[in-house]
């Protein structure tokens, strides 16, 4: 072929690719588009996923779970456990920040320190620091940890939280990380420009510490309207989307062009009830002031609640059958799931039975909140409950759905009764989430970060405090499992369903699903 020819051909190959919305093989550039954005770039700020998938390109921790949420080394290169309150960890020799400062053993000490109190957090670390005692230097690269007492689980809480450099955000608010001037990591990425509601631009950080991330430019578009994010990966103006409808599953699995990747969530979507107040602002009477005392208080009252609800039809008819039906806070495969422990049955009968003995025979006034854009059918869920509430006699006075960002923060400072949300397991077993979901609240001791109910249980505290200071592999679960079962029995939450995640992309770019169900660009990659 001669010179020509072969020009012509290859801007022919090139073109036909653009048409059909695919970069070639190899492409330095990424375009995602994401249900969800940040509220900050602060990763300190909200473990909340939004959140998350942002802090997590940009910076590091000493450790992270791979796709199966097994602990694997990150910034710490080892750990060990001394003695039963003490810890000593070695980082990673050689890793600097993005700026080119090496990551010093002072940084670490720094940043869990900062992470106890991140002011107006949604989502705080606290728990994650709950336990240490003390922090010293050994030496430059080893850090001696003295913690409150026996904690095997130790390294998984320290380690999920996000270093930050030292010298950048000492002294500096939430702003300074915003603006970026403190937004420097550790991380595969650095940040471009961040344009809230819009787009997030990263670019590859060339001096990264672990695996060169395939792309070079990485544009992350908001895209929370799940029509407008599968319309955008279908025109070819994004690369991978997440949060997949399931509506969508089956048409999209069979498009030419295009790729789905799924797996089961670690993630339970529950409804939580306000039951540790008085008065509920969304719980009424029929005169529509706040009922004193607050029905959801009543252990009865939360147990139809839950009587009322068809988990099965929620994951039949709104996730198209993608999920299953849950009956506590971790699913099977997760350290401390109960295999006795199964979804409440849909029985509406013997919650209105329920609901009789315990005075509100005429039911009450309720208002179900829930987030518009977390994850799929997170509306359309609260709705279907409104009128199971409604068909076992209560007064459903309304359902209200939010941008996550206003709804999140606004669940953290108990504004609503009766609210959906969801708690993503990061670790192996079920010790963070319920340490965090349904342990007492308790800024010092660590525990209660996301109980934004303030459900407390003393027995089930109790149990929580045996099973996180046993070293004993198989009795730590058994204890969890036993604690699991008291908060259950209770309904500390009302659990719904653990939802099958999707991602789709182009039919070049590959992806590695997760349990976190993380969107990162460091698990894309090229297709060969």
Do not use: C
């Amino acid at each position: 072929m001669k010179p020509l020819a072969r020009l012509k051909a290859l801007s022919l190959t090139v073109s036909m690719a653009a048409l059909l919305g695919l970069a070639p093989a190899g492409a330095a550039d990424l375009i995602i588009g994401s249900s969800t954005e940040p509220s900050a770039l602060d990763p300190q700020f909200s473990r909340t996923g939004n959140n998350q998938n942002i802090a997590a390109q940009i910076f590091d921790r000493l450790i992270t779970p791979d796709p199966n949420l097994q602990v694997t080394p990150a910034l710490a290169e080892s750990w060990q456990n001394v003695d039963p309150t003490t810890w000593r960890i070695k980082l990673r020799s050689g890793v600097t920040f993005q700026d080119g400062n090496p990551l010093t053993a002072e940084d670490v000490i720094y940043s869990l320190n900062r992470a106890k109190d991140i002011p107006n957090s949604p989502a705080p670390f606290t728990g994650n620091v709950g336990a240490i005692a003390s922090m010293t230097i050994v030496d430059p690269q080893t850090i001696e940890f003295k913690t409150k007492g026996p904690t095997p689980d130790f390294i998984e809480q320290i380690g999920l939280v996000y270093i930050v450099q030292k010298k950048l955000a000492e002294g500096k608010s939430i702003e300074a990380f915003n603006d970026r001037s403190a937004a420097v990591g550790t991380g595969p990425y650095k940040v471009k420009e961040w344009v809230p509601g819009d787009h997030i631009t990263l670019v590859r950080n060339d001096s990264y510490w672990g695996k060169k991330p395939t792309f070079e430019n990485v544009t992350i578009k908001f895209i929370a309207n799940d029509a407008a994010r599968v319309a955008a990966l279908r025109s070819g103006s994004v690369d991978l989307i997440d949060a997949v409808p399931p509506g969508d599953v089956r048409s999209l699995s069979s498009a030419g062009g295009l790729k789905l990747w799924s797996i089961a969530s670690a993630r339970v979507v529950y409804l939580a009830l306000d039951a540790s107040r008085d008065e509920s602002p969304f719980i009424v009477g029929a005169d529509g002031k706040p009922l004193n005392p607050n029905p959801l208080k009543d252990v009865r009252v939360r147990q139809a609640l839950s009587k009322l609800i068809n988990r099965r039809l929620i994951v039949d008819r709104i996730l198209d059958s993608a999920g299953d039906a849950a009956g506590q806070i971790v699913p099977e495969g997760i350290g401390g799931a109960d295999p006795t422990l199964r979804a409440s049955p849909f029985d509406v009968a013997g919650a209105k039975k329920l609901l009789a003995d315990a005075g509100y025979t005429q039911g009450f006034g309720i208002t179900i909140h829930t987030s518009n854009d977390r994850f799929p059918g997170d509306a359309e869920s609260a709705q279907a409950i409104g009128q199971m509430f409604a068909q076992g006699g209560l007064k459903v006075n309304g359902v209200v759905a939010q941008p996550y960002n206003v709804y999140a923060s606004a669940a953290g400072k108990q504004s609503f009764s009766a609210f959906i949300f969801s708690l993503g397991t990061t670790t192996p077993t079920s010790a963070t989430s319920l340490r965090n979901l349904l342990m007492t609240p308790n800024k010092e001791a660590g525990t209660g970060s996301f109980n934004r109910t303030r459900y407390s249980n003393a027995a089930f505290d109790e149990k929580m405090k045996q099973a996180t200071s046993e070293f004993d592999p198989q009795k730590r679960i058994a204890l969890l499992q036993e604690a699991t079962r008291i908060a259950m029995e209770d309904v500390g939450v009302i659990p719904l369903f653990w939802p099958k995640v999707y991602w789709a992309s182009k039919a070049n770019v590959t992806y590695i699903p997760n349990r976190g169900e993380d969107l990162l660009a460091t698990l894309a990659g090229t297709a060969q």
